[in-house]
């Protein structure tokens, strides 16, 4: 990495000095599904996942294929604790979620979990830095470290600094997308979650951004877990999972 604009000098700093990276347990699964079934409130006669057992090593990165409507952001978020399991359980760092307050649950995925939703949910009308000064906030991150911190992952994802004073708003899709990385990377999270990262992007850009996914989560020790339509992005994985292979529903494959 080195020469490199986020090399390992720069990224070592990042992860220094963030109280959201204790290590709460010693559980070496990022994630563990045991027993999972999940339906949406009401529609009880149409589960969407049934997956008896399933498990993420710490570090590296997964990545989850499957068709439109086959479940793949439910899990997603039953995995960020957003949704609850019907049954079975979903821990994450040893930890189980169900167990957990809505309260601490959040706390937890502030702490713990990077997200990245695929429309990024940046609110438009904040500057950059206030969004993620908002992510940070949650975090319980140490608030006078944040922009340096912020600037340093802006380096890593090669986003122009002078961006981080603008109105979200003013961003383009690409760079909107990579300020939604640093604002999940900001607590040093040892999971990164993202769903459809790249649907916003054309072929070129799309393996760009994900080598870069890559190269920081490596360098930082981060499980990175992806999920989308796109089976191109196999080739960014050491593991690739097909989310038909695990879930004996199969979802609804409905396409939207
Ligand atoms: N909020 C919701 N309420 C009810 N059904 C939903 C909701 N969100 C998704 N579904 C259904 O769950 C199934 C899986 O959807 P989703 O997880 O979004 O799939 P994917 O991300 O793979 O496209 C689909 O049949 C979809 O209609
Ligand atoms: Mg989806």
Redesign the pocket.
């Known amino acids: 990495m080195k020469g490199e604009p986020y090399g390992e000098g720069r990224l070592v700093e990042i992860s220094q000095g963030c109280a959201g990276a204790e290590t709460i347990a010693t559980s070496s699964d990022a994630v563990k599904i045991s027993g999972l079934r999940f339906s949406?409130p009401g529609?009880a006669a149409?589960a969407?996942l049934d997956m008896p057992d399933w498990r993420i090593p710490r570090g590296g990165g997964v990545f989850v294929n499957?068709?439109?409507?086959?479940?793949?952001?439910?899990?997603l978020n039953l995995l960020a604790g957003i949704l609850t399991a019907t049954a079975g359980t979903v821990e994450i760092l040893g930890q189980d979620l169900a167990t957990l307050s809505a309260r601490r649950r959040d706390a937890f995925r502030a702490k713990h979990m990077g997200i990245v939703f695929q429309q990024f949910n940046l609110i438009q009308y904040l500057s950059v830095l206030d969004n993620i000064r908002l992510a940070a906030y949650f975090g319980v991150q140490n608030i006078g470290a944040v922009e340096s911190r912020a600037l340093a992952l802006f380096a890593a994802l090669e986003l122009d600094r002078t961006l981080i004073r603008k109105p979200a708003s003013d961003l383009s899709v690409g760079q909107q997308q990579r300020v939604a990385i640093v604002r999940a990377l900001i607590n040093a999270p040892e999971i990164l979650i993202a769903?459809e990262p790249t649907s916003a992007l054309d072929s070129d850009t799309r393996d760009a951004f994900m080598a870069l996914l890559m190269t920081i989560s490596r360098a930082q020790g981060i499980t990175l877990i992806v999920?989308s339509?796109d089976i191109a992005l196999s080739q960014c994985f050491q593991q690739v999972i097909s989310?038909s292979a695990i879930n004996r529903c199969g979802?609804?494959q409905?396409v939207?």
Do not use: E
């Open positions: 949406y529609k149409a969407v499957g068709a439109s409507g086959s479940g793949k952001s439910t899990l769903d999920a339509h989310l979802g609804a409905r939207y």
